[in-house]
């Protein structure tokens, strides 16, 4: 049973705990560095980006993040996960950072404002689920070696990508109940 950490800096960080133990993995929050290297996944969970990055600045976390990516941890984000694992984004505050480690290009909040939610069926990665999407960004171009896991309507964005052991989708499959996300995720950490 993989062992999978929760960014608990800011955002759904609960939701995404019981999500992964109904996926089969033994969820742990992650605040610290220390508690970073004893995971062997990571989920950054929706919330407020810039947010997030302030405070992974603020915690040090920022820099040992970027480390882990690089070397390999399998890092599913979700919504606001999304945006921090992208190379480069599209419409953040002015020196807003990101984790990075997908060559993508991700637009926040590219589907509107809070009261733009919505919910929509979409293909994932083979399979129809219900994605919940709350000031979601979408993917406005990626590099040759990310595959797309799903688009959505309006305009057939791009709201799902992987690349090797990083997975991102623009939309909340945490809010849903539906553990099909997550079991792709775990089974992801369980197969690197």
């Given at each position: 049973?993989?062992?999978?950490?929760?960014?608990?800096?800011?955002?759904?960080?609960?939701?995404?705990?019981?999500?992964?133990?109904?996926?089969?993995?033994?969820?742990?929050?992650?605040?610290?560095?220390a508690e970073l290297d004893a995971v062997d996944g990571l989920v950054i969970p929706g919330g407020e980006s810039t947010t997030?990055?302030?405070?992974?600045?603020?915690?040090?976390?920022?820099?040992?993040?970027?480390?882990?990516?690089?070397?390999?941890?399998?890092?599913?984000?979700?919504?606001?996960?999304?945006?921090?694992?992208?190379?480069?984004?599209?419409?953040?505050?002015?020196?807003?950072?990101?984790?990075?480690?997908?060559?993508?290009?991700?637009?926040?909040?590219?589907?509107?404002?809070?009261?733009?939610?919505?919910?929509?069926?979409?293909?994932?990665?083979?399979?129809?689920?219900?994605?919940?999407?709350i000031r979601a960004p979408w993917v406005e171009s990626l590099g040759a070696d990310v595959e797309v896991l799903g688009r959505c309507e309006p305009g057939d964005r791009i709201v799902a990508v992987?690349?090797?052991?990083?997975?991102?989708?623009?939309?909340?499959?945490?809010?849903?109940?539906?553990?099909?996300?997550?079991?792709?995720?775990?089974?992801?950490?369980?197969?690197?």
């Amino acid at each position: 049973m993989p062992t999978i950490g929760v960014l608990a800096l800011q955002g759904d960080v609960r939701e995404h705990a019981r999500m992964l133990a109904e996926a089969g993995a033994t969820a742990v929050a992650v605040r610290r560095p220390a508690e970073l290297d004893a995971v062997d996944g990571l989920v950054i969970p929706g919330g407020e980006s810039t947010t997030m990055w302030k405070l992974a600045d603020t915690f040090d976390m920022l820099q040992p993040l970027r480390v882990r990516i690089k070397e390999g941890m399998p890092t599913y984000g979700s919504c606001a996960g999304m945006i921090m694992l992208a190379d480069r984004i599209e419409d953040g505050i002015a020196g807003q950072q990101t984790i990075g480690g997908i060559d993508m290009v991700v637009r926040r909040n590219a589907f509107g404002r809070q009261v733009d939610s919505f919910e929509s069926d979409l293909d994932f990665a083979g399979e129809r689920v219900r994605a919940v999407f709350i000031r979601a960004p979408w993917v406005e171009s990626l590099g040759a070696d990310v595959e797309v896991l799903g688009r959505c309507e309006p305009g057939d964005r791009i709201v799902a990508v992987r690349q090797g052991p990083l997975l991102a989708t623009s939309f909340h499959p945490e809010l849903t109940g539906d553990v099909r996300v997550h079991r792709y995720f775990v089974d992801m950490v369980r197969e690197l």
